[in-house]
């Protein structure tokens, strides 16, 4: 192990680097006692910063860093995760703004009485439990882009959900009004769509209705064929 020693701001700091590959610090030290150590994988990945714990896959990609999980699209860039705006809006009008104006009428009408409280609770559970639920479960609003695939969780009340797909096998993506989808999915009543041809007669739609329009730019930017 190689030892160096330091003062900086009158606290000694000591410093313990590895004598295989001197770019790796394994331990730190301090005039408080406080000491922390890190680990490296054989390819010289760090495995555990600061207490951390540090996962890699495909030679040096940031596969987990503390609980927080990452993954990659086919260019190796971190995965996309599309969640509508406007959705996010909804919920917070459905789990928190209806809630609370409904508990306040109740109370300005009928008063404060045992029938109050019990509605005031219930809803109440509303405020607290909906946006936890939303956040805990945010695949069920998404489009999810990532190991050469995408994922269509946007709901509209037709088939076209759940679905995933290679990107490598897009042939054509193209934004269409109802019409055009309709020749695929007759049940589609919205306004406009990202068509998506996989060959093979494998047609797939992206309702964008909810979608910012920076949102839809990049994702028909991830999702074109090169």
Not at 12 to 41: A, C, K, M
Not at 176 to 204: M, P
């Amino acid at each position: 192990m190689l030892h160096r020693r330091f003062l900086l701001f009158d606290k000694s700091y000591s410093f313990v680097y590895n004598t295989g590959r001197r770019d790796q610090l394994t331990s730190l030290s301090y005039n408080e006692g406080t000491s922390e150590s890190f680990s490296y994988d054989g390819l010289g990945n760090p495995t555990t910063y600061r207490g951390k714990i540090l996962e890699w896959c495909d030679v040096n990609k940031l596969a987990s860093y503390n609980g927080n999980e990452f993954a990659y699209n086919a260019g190796g860039k971190t995965m996309k995760k599309f969640v509508p705006l406007k959705y996010i809006l909804g919920m917070i009008a459905l789990f928190l703004i209806i809630p609370m104006s409904i508990i306040l009428l109740i109370a300005f009408v009928i008063g404060y009485n045992d029938f109050t409280v019990a509605i005031s609770i219930f809803l109440g559970a509303l405020v607290i439990s909906g946006p936890f639920t939303y956040f805990h479960n945010q695949e069920c609003a998404s489009i999810v882009i990532h190991n050469n695939t995408i994922t269509n969780y946007i709901s509209d009340g037709t088939d076209n959900f759940g679905w995933c797909e290679e990107l490598s096998k897009v042939k054509k993506v193209q934004i269409v009004d109802k019409i055009e989808v309709q020749k695929y999915f007759k049940q589609f009543n919205k306004k406009q769509a990202i068509l998506i041809d996989f060959g093979n007669c494998n047609i797939k739609y992206i309702y964008i209705g909810l979608f910012s329009k920076s949102q839809i730019r990049k994702l028909i930017e991830l999702i074109s064929p090169n």
